[in-house]
T-cell receptor, first 115, second 114 residues
Framework: AQSVTQLGSHVSVSEGALVLLRCNYS??????LFWYVQYPNQGLQLLLK??????LVKGINGFEAEFKKSETSFHLTKPSAHMSDAAEYFC?????????????FGPGTRLSVLP | DTGVSQNPRHKITKRGQNVTFRCDPI?????LYWYRQTLGQGPEFLTY????????KSRLLSDRFSAERPKGSFSTLEIQRTEQGDSAMYLC????????????FGSGTRLTVV
């Protein structure tokens, strides 16, 4: 069964600073990996996804993530934080069948951006 | 297509009452999922449909919960005899049946049981 850990339930950065949100996964098969963002009282919006193509994945709003098999990681980065990036971020893993209990979300990391 | 639509956005109900939520998925998506999200947690899987067939249910889905997707389009989630512990955001998502594409989520229905 898949699982996801996100180190740091809350991360604070200054506006313009590097954003790094950590995600580690476990999966018995080559995984598909996703990052979602959730703004207050909203649903989840897909930021980017890794589906066994390029290991460096670029997403929306300037975010990118790198799949590192040896480290079982899929950390999310953005070179320069903007105030509008303040939100909750969720990493998710699936085994490719992409359904039901095989699609697992991490507990989330809340990103605060300080002026 | 305007994405996944959920109604109502907010629902406040008294303990013991029944509530029903509706989800309209993206029209070409044949899979539909229900998740529950409590404060500070990631979404937890409840159930999913492929077309009108309910293919999987989580152990979180007690017998007070029932979901339907009668014509393979919209879905409803009903909670009977609500309890305070049912207070959460209920998220609906849809996807194509082929793997690896991720889900498209609706904005959710926030349930508060008082």
């Amino acid at each position: 069964a898949q699982s996801v850990t996100q180190l740091g339930s809350h991360v604070s950065v200054s506006e313009g600073a590097l954003v790094l949100l950590r995600c580690n996964y476990s999966s018995s098969v080559p995984p598909y990996l996703f990052w979602y963002v959730q703004y207050p009282n909203q649903g989840l919006q897909l930021l980017l996804k890794y589906t066994s193509a390029a290991t460096l994945v670029k997403g929306i709003n300037g975010f990118e993530a790198e799949f590192k098999k040896s480290e079982t990681s899929f950390h999310l980065t953005k070179p320069s934080a903007h105030m509008s990036d303040a939100a909750e971020y969720f990493c998710a893993v699936s085994d490719g069948d992409n359904y039901g209990q095989n699609f697992v979300f991490g507990p989330g990391t809340r990103l605060s951006v300080l002026p | 297509d305007t994405g996944v639509s959920q109604n109502p956005r907010h629902k406040i109900t008294k303990r013991g009452q029944n509530v029903t939520f509706r989800c309209d998925p993206i029209s070409e998506h044949n899979r539909l999922y229900w998740y529950r999200q409590t404060l500070g947690q990631g979404p937890e899987f409840l159930t999913y449909f492929q077309n009108e067939a309910q293919l999987e249910k989580s152990r979180l889905l007690s017998d007070r919960f029932s979901a339907e997707r009668p014509k393979g389009s919209f879905s409803t989630l009903e909670i009977q005899r609500t309890e305070q512990g049912d207070s959460a955001m209920y998220l609906c998502a849809s996807s194509l049946a082929t793997g690896g594409y991720g889900y498209t989520f609706g904005s959710g229905t926030r349930l508060t049981v008082v």
